[in-house]
Every structure is written in C-alpha cells, then in structure tokens.
C-alpha cells in the first residue's frame, strides 16, 4: 500500500513540477522585471556622452593587411607562403633547399648536447631539469593598496 502512495505522490510532484516548466516558458517578462526598471535609469552625466567608437577595422582585415606586402589588396602564393619561407630558410643551414633531419632538430640536439654536462649521451635527472622550458613571467595586474597589504602580509 505505502508503495502506491509513494508512486501517487512522485507522480503529483513530476506532474506539478512539469506544469510550473511549461508555464514559466510562456512568462515574457523577465524574472528580474522588478530590479530591471532601477538599473535601467540612469542619472548620471554618462547619458550625455556618446558610446565608444567601434574599431575600424576587424581581426581578420589587419590579419590580411599583414600577408598583402604591395598593398595591391590581393594575396598572392608568394605572399601567402613568405612566412614559411622564411622559417624553412631560418632551418636550412646550408642552404641546398633540402631540410635535414639534423637541420630540422638542431635547436633541440644543441639543447640535449648542452645539458649533457658529462657528455655520455645520456641525461640524469639533474641534467634534464635544465631542459625545462622557461616561461616569460606575466606582469600582474594593478591592484589596489589594500590588496597588496593583504597579499604581502
């Protein structure tokens, strides 16, 4: 008997749970009407200023302007490939055109060779700790004194 109370009372609570999420989706005002109408007025001398001026110009149209080097406002293969060239002459130490493994790997051979300290082709722990990469340090943000007291303190 308890069990079909049970499964009365679960289905009520599915069916009233169900109705308050359909009516709620047929509200069109917000659930915060009552707080919008405040924040929406304004007092202060900002209404008197204009907005901020958009960007002239998008990610993608500086992005083009740095590829199109004769400004002629097309991209050709040789200015779209430029930056490859570049890296891949940057590789090709002795300039035949052809990219060697050795030539491709030498920033990392020299890396292992120089923490090699004792030079037999194997690194300790000690020596590949030295491999580690070193990342630039990221300014912190201004933050008020009071922040800074706590920080130090």
Excluded at 89 to 104: C, M, V, Y
Aim: glycine residues 6%; aromatic residues 8%.
């Amino acid at each position: 008997m308890w069990r079909f109370v049970a499964g009365v009372a679960s289905a009520l609570l599915l069916a009233g749970a169900g109705f308050v999420w359909w009516s709620s989706g047929q509200q069109n005002a917000p659930l915060l009407s009552a707080v919008a109408p405040p924040l929406a007025r304004s007092t202060s001398a900002s209404e008197s200023a204009p907005p901020p001026a958009a960007e002239e110009r998008t990610r993608e149209q500086k992005r083009f302007d740095r590829y199109d080097k004769d400004r002629d406002e097309l991209v050709s293969a040789d200015e779209y490939l430029a930056n490859r060239k570049k890296a891949f002459a940057r590789l090709d130490a002795n300039g035949d055109g052809r990219l060697s493994f050795e030539e491709w790997a030498k920033k990392t051979t020299d890396k292992f060779a120089g923490a090699d300290a004792d030079k037999s082709r194997t690194l300790t722990r000690a020596e590949f700790a030295t491999t580690r990469v070193v990342r630039k340090a990221r300014p912190k943000p201004d933050c008020p004194p009071a922040v800074r007291e706590e920080d130090e303190g």
